[in-house]
């Protein structure tokens, strides 16, 4: 196993070093097991507290359990809780049912979240992902400028050596900044029963089956499991060779969809 | 525990599919990838190659190289992180990010090919950054009909090269990643070789020895919060103890510790890669180190680097940006002192006015005052990033904290 106690550390430093050197930063949650897991460490390394705002890009597609979640934990933790929605596009019907699923991830996650950091000015987004959940999220740096159109110019990452992270270079760029990075799916369930960090209970079994990855209604399947405890679901996951977002229709929907999803600034 | 691997070398050696072959050899890919990866083959109408697994980019898979660095985990007897580089010269940098961290490197040279040029720079690279750990695999036996003297020949070649650099007495395999001999499992096509396979080969280092040092620890902020001030830090050498009496370096301030914080409570000691918070009776700054008293970490207002730059050039009374720790100070060029070849480490002669992009050299730099240490001492304070106009353009390590 990963000594936590080493991946924890990293986190904690990297995310005190957002904290000291940008002017506004901000972390995206999305009540699943690995941004919940990320406040948690935000928390602890603020001693506490959150000091900056928590988002939320709502597709209004969500599970109700998410939402329940989102309200009881908002509240448990103190959050400066902030709703992103493209209200626009969802007046519109852009949804899961009303063309390319590419379209909809896009409109109603990027294009939402796009159109909250222009209005609010924030200049770093903290973001929960890891290397071991995608090829192209394995390809990710810490700290990764986005320019003003949100893209991700992959071709040209910055230098990044021992913890020394780039800044921002001109104005209207913003970093995505990805904390847990080096972090498995089995080290974070780890970490949450350690920590007893509260998760959604989506991720329990029920009727023989659970949820492995949490996104939008429509687009997520759950799989066939007995777990229903943390320690089974850590059993669970030793024991597969089936990768953790086999549930999550926008991975698989063409060959190099995810590639395109965050070159133009999916999270 | 788990183990920072590199996988370095020469452009279309097989760093890549020799990672390829490893996660696949060891059960570590999901199911789903190797259909996945079956699938754009058949799209792209190509042979199957273990590199896929790696280079996830669509350009990777168009220009079938490497184009940045990728890490994966895997089982052996411990954990190991392994990071793939591109070999191209134009990607030296994202080859500096994934390497910087490793504690051990495997240089892959092809044995129909031998040493070329990325071979010489990816091995003064590691040496540069110190990792001193290096296993090679002579890849592509294969392609020599799994014979013995192609072998012995580069075996010989690369040895020369890395004793240059002054890595001795190393474990030479011969394999090949496409065919999965000698690198997770052991090959019957090579009897007249009788040593170990990659993995047994990895599995086998033993993890180096770190001396007792003074404690140093790196102020990254200082937060205010009632009744006292709060500093939190990681500690980057020896252990941080409750009641320590400390001298924060260079903004000289002094204090004993009276609680370190690890939220939601309290330890008594905290020890090397710790992040901590302190209540200390003194207004250290971001950027300082502290030290104990007896101990104190030195300020210079000049040292001598070894740096290699990634972007640009660097002369003689440029001002740079140096980020050491948590210092961010300007930094003039003094003096070029000499030009080290990137490709092999040798001394360059003609004139020392000016270095380029991908070159590397001896530099003394007036700073501001700048609490660090030579690398050779405390590799985690001897260690900068020169920044010009906002972007990290070169590496260096600090050789002597005097200019």
Same mark, same amino acid.
């Given at each position: 196993m990963l000594d936590l106690r080493d991946l924890e550390n990293r986190t904690l430093y990297i995310v005190r070093e957002v904290y000291a050197e940008f002017k506004k930063p901000a972390v995206l949650w999305s009540m699943g097991k690995d941004s919940t897991a990320m406040l948690w460490l935000c928390r602890k390394a603020f001693f506490g507290e959150v000091p900056f705002p928590v988002i939320h890009i709502d597709t209004g597609y969500k599970f109700a359990a998410m939402y329940e979640f989102r309200s009881r934990l908002a509240s448990e933790w103190g959050l400066d809780l902030r709703v992103a929605r493209n209200e626009e596009a969802i007046s519109r019907g852009v949804g899961p049912y009303s063309g390319d699923r590419l379209e909809c991830c896009t409109m109603l996650k990027t294009q939402a979240l796009k159109d909250y950091l222009e209005r609010e000015g924030f200049d770093t987004l903290i973001l929960a992902i890891r290397r071991d959940e995608h090829g192209i999220r394995a390809k990710e740096r810490y700290f990764s400028p986005r320019d003003e159109s949100f893209r991700w110019d992959y071709r040209d990452q910055p230098l990044e050596m021992w913890d020394q992270f780039q800044g921002l270079a001109t104005e209207g760029m913003h970093m995505r900044v990805h904390p *847990? *990075?080096?972090?498995?799916e089995l080290d974070v369930w780890e970490y949450v029963k350690q920590e007893g960090i509260p998760v959604n209970p989506m991720y329990f079994t029920r009727d023989g089956w659970r949820y492995r990855s949490l996104g939008c209604e429509p687009c997520t399947r759950p799989i066939e499991s007995t777990a229903a405890s943390i320690d089974e679901i850590v059993e669970e996951i030793r024991g597969t060779r089936v990768a953790e977002r086999s549930g999550r229709a926008q991975d698989k929907e063409q060959t190099f969809t995810m590639q395109k999803l965050r070159a133009l600034g999916y999270m | 525990m788990s183990v920072n691997v590199v996988v370095v070398g020469h452009v279309d050696h097989g760093k890549s599919t020799l990672i390829g072959r490893l996660l696949y050899d060891s059960e570590t890919l999901p199911e789903d990838r190797l259909a996945e990866v079956q699938k754009l083959l058949e799209e792209y109408k190509r042979r199957f190659e273990f590199a896929y697994f790696l280079d996830s980019f669509q350009e990777e898979l168009e220009e079938e190289r490497t184009i940045d660095t990728t890490r994966v985990l895997f089982k052996g007897r411990d954990y190991y992180t392994v990071v793939d580089v591109p070999g191209h010269k134009e990607f030296i940098k994202n080859m500096l990010t994934g390497a910087c961290h490793a504690q051990a490197a495997v240089l892959v040279v092809s044995a129909p090919e031998g040493v070329q040029e990325q071979t010489g720079r990816h091995s003064f690279l590691i040496h540069m950054l110190g990792i001193r750990q290096v296993l090679v695999v002579v890849n592509k036996m294969d392609a020599v009909d799994y014979e013995q003297s192609p072998f012995e020949q580069v075996k010989e070649d690369t040895a020369r090269l890395l004793a240059s650099l002054g890595y001795t007495g190393l474990t030479f395999i011969p394999g090949s990643a496409l065919e999965g001999d000698n690198i997770y499992k052991p090959s019957a096509n090579m009897p007249w070789y009788r040593g170990p396979t990659l993995i047994q080969a990895l599995d086998a280092l033993e993890p180096e020895q770190v001396a007792e040092k003074a404690l140093r620890l790196v102020v990254q902020d200082v937060y205010p919060r009632a009744p006292d001030k709060l500093t939190v830090g990681r500690v980057e050498a020896g252990t941080l103890s409750r009641g320590d009496r400390l001298v924060f370096q260079p903004s000289g301030a002094t204090g004993t510790v009276e609680r370190i914080l690890v939220y939601p409570g309290e330890v008594e000691k905290a020890y090397s890669d710790d992040c901590v918070g302190l209540e200390v009776a003194a207004e250290p700054r971001r950027g300082d180190v502290a030290g104990p008293v007896g101990s104190t970490p030195a300020v210079t207002e000049a040292f001598t680097g070894e740096v290699v730059l990634l972007e640009g050039t660097l002369t003689t009374g440029d001002v740079f940006e140096i980020k050491c720790a948590t210092a961010r100070v300007p930094a003039r060029v003094r003096e070029i002192r000499q030009r080290l070849s990137s490709e092999t480490g040798a001394l360059m002669e003609g004139d020392s006015g000016v270095i380029n992009e991908n070159e590397a050299a001896v530099v003394v730099f007036d700073t501001e005052p700048l609490a660090l240490e030579a690398f050779s001492e405390t590799p985690q304070l001897g260690r900068f990033v020169l920044v010009r106009e906002g972007r990290n353009t070169g590496a260096g390590l600090v050789l002597d904290v005097s200019g």
């Open positions: *847990l *990075l080096h972090w498995r | -």
